[in-house]
């Protein structure tokens, strides 16, 4: 698909941070795991950032993230004479009721991103949530309806717009201004559906909450592959499982269909046909979009994209193309040229707080990369061919594959 004219992403929004821009952003955080850690690294580097609070049902990652701000030298070297320190907190709902925050970082699992991302833009708080947005796509509209109505500035944690050396955006900006003629075809090489949690039972831990971290969703027994003992440096398995995460198709798919969507000029929409393949492959589900171009579940790590003139394929480590001097001639005054923001995908973040513009990876294009893997995981649980209305969000007569948009919450866990 080609574009005639530049493009840009952001737009701006009315003012609700009330803060001058020299004034420091008050920050709290929803989870505590490896991907927060990195987070919080992050923002402790931001001279105009005090994190006042963290929530976590681990005691040990509860006060590991306290310890960080704790040591004087933090509050020293970024100057903050007023500076009180960090509370945690088990239950985020004491921390959001709190009248000196800002925004809040969520770097749960994904059953627990909804919930409090939407509890915290009701409370006026600007957001930055980690992808996949979502656990589900009615999840996923009911955050973006709660960031509207509260006129929040919400990014998603979708990094490769930013970061990367500029690659993935370079690609996209390559492929919507017709460098490989017309688009026929995008592979997105990415992990499998999610599969139901069959762990046994183990006791658990002294100092967590495992009701709690349960939450919405089923209850089951406590098992340290989904929620590991003390502090630790790995990712988590309940990735893998349907009742927590959206299995590696959502984990990085989250990611590489969300570019795929951005070259496609598809931010705000998606498919109108999910068809999975006929045999039980964990692979090869194809997307088809209203223009007539393929989307495949398969294929290099990464976005590979096929056009009449040529071939594109981005990945974190890579930006190649078929003739090579796709990539090789630089791109002219009159072609796309997407946001480039200044810094990291945080500080793009930060920025938008400040300007109230829409950042980057706004929550509603999270929401539609996110929908894509969910569509992807419900057309292999379905087996059968799906049409799908982007506009409305359903699909087109089926009950039954219109149920799997939404689960059911367990009490008193409700959107």
Sequence with gaps: MSAAAPYLVSSAMQSTWAASPNDRITVGFVGMGKRSRTLLRQLLNQGEVEVVAVSEVSTARRQHAI????NPTYADKKGFGSYQGCDGYNDFREMLARDDLDAVVIGTPDHWHAIPAIQAAQANLDIYCEKPLSHTIHEGRAMVNAARQNEIVFQTGSQQRTEYGGKFRKAAELIRSGR???????????????????????PVPKGVDWDMWVGPAAFRGYHEALCPKGVHNHFPNWRRYIEFGGGGLADMGAHHFDIAQWALDMDRSGPVRVIPPEDDSDHGLKFVYADGIEMFHGGPSGATFEGTEGRIHVDRGELTSEPQSIIEEPLGPNDVHLEDPEGSHMENWLNCVRSRERPIADVAIGHRSASICHLANIGYRLRRELRWDPDK??????????????????????L
Aim: proline letters at 8%; one cysteine or more; glycine letters at 6%.
């Design 393 to 414: 969000e359903q699909f087109v007569n089926d009950a039954e594959a219109n149920d799997l948009l939404t689960r059911p919450k367990r009490d008193p866990w409700h």
């Design 180 to 202: 490989i003629g017309e688009v026929k075809r995008v592979r997105v090489g990415v992990g499998s559906s999610p599969v139901h949690c069959d762990l046994p039972t183990q």
């Design 67 to 70: 310890d960080q701000m704790v």
